[in-house]
């Protein structure tokens, strides 16, 4: 067939709203090799989000149904930090409540500044979140947070946000004010909600040293032994002191929160050097690789990834 035959066949298969396979050779091409990463490597400084963060404090007096979060946007992105993965900051002042509600889209809290005073309750189950616990708030979990100390809290919020809504499964809830709505008879206890950092740290100093991930703690579901949620997996990363490396890409995603230390993460074609409590992101299937820059002291990272997804559905990869 002729290249104007074909040309003309084409939009006259338009006109009839299909369109013919040949003219996904270009994309198939495109794909020898792999995905392209989707977004970019990028990082927020704990600085510019305590300085934002405390005018949010300013001009949203109060939270209620909503929530005082600064959401981080990849630059190469529509929305979230990753294309699979929403990242941010939530604040609650003194005294306040974020008032019940819930959704499809499952969540994670990775607390930053905490107190005995603050819990999370998640379907009736209260959380207290301590200075870096991990809270899970599964899919459709009713959930609401209370600070009842002195001082504003903070916390890491990550969510499955954007694939959740390009999966078109949003679905959403809220509460009658403050209150959880009564859950039914038959309701089954979550497996476990709360992960408190003393268990974490512990267990991660005896991790065995991954050549990438220095040593690595998996936050494990005890009831099915594998993630966290089916969604997004959690893990802490223990850099020992000048640890150096290797560089690994994967068709996950997964984004970083430093708890302590400093360092550089390698991306791409970038070189991001990170601190105390900065955020940091890594497209699906960037090459990357952690340095601790200190000789001296260790460096400690939490990560979110979207593994599960990817293994669930037979897609990842690795090299």
């Known amino acids: 067939m002729q290249s104007g035959l074909l040309e003309a066949f084409d939009e006259k298969l338009a006109r009839s709203n299909m369109r013919g396979q040949w003219k996904s050779e270009g994309f198939l091409n495109a794909a020898v090799g792999g995905p392209k990463p989707a977004g970019v490597p990028a990082m927020w400084t704990w600085a510019q989000v305590v300085e934002l963060m405390a005018e949010a404090g300013d001009v949203m007096r109060e939270s209620r149904q909503a929530r005082r979060a600064l959401m981080f946007h990849n630059p190469g992105l ?70 009842k100390s002195s001082e504003p809290v903070y916390w890491l919020d990550v969510l499955d946000v954007p694939l959740v809504l390009n999966l078109n499964q949003a679905f959403y809830e809220p509460g009658v004010g403050e209150d959880q709505p009564a859950l039914p008879a038959d309701f089954t206890p979550h497996a476990q909600l709360c992960y408190p950092w003393r268990d974490t740290e512990s267990r991660l100093r005896f991790a065995p040293l991954d050549a990438h991930d220095g040593r690595r703690h998996d936050y494990l579901n005890p009831r099915t032994g594998g993630p966290t949620l089916p969604t997004l997996s959690c893990h802490a990363l223990l850099l020992p002191p000048g640890f150096e490396g290797t560089s690994r890409r994967r068709t996950s995603s997964a984004v970083y929160f430093v708890v302590r230390g400093k360092g550089e993460f390698e991306a791409g074609d970038e070189k991001l050097r990170f601190q105390k409590y900065d955020s940091l992101v890594a497209p699906n299937f960037s090459r990357t690789r952690f340095v601790n820059t200190s000789k001296l002291q260790d460096a400690v990272l939490f990560s979110v990834e979207d593994t599960p997804v990817m293994k669930a559905l037979g897609f990842y990869r690795e090299s």
């Open 78 to 147: 529509p929305r979230g930090a990753t294309h699979t993965i929403n990242m941010g900051v939530q604040m609650i002042v003194p005294g306040e409540t974020a008032w019940a509600h819930r959704h499809s889209i499952a969540a994670i809290r990775f607390i930053i500044k905490g107190d005995r005073a603050l819990t999370s309750i998640i379907d009736g189950e209260p959380c207290v979140m301590e200075d870096y616990d991990l809270v899970l708030t599964p899919n459709w979990s009713w959930h609401d947070h209370h600070n």
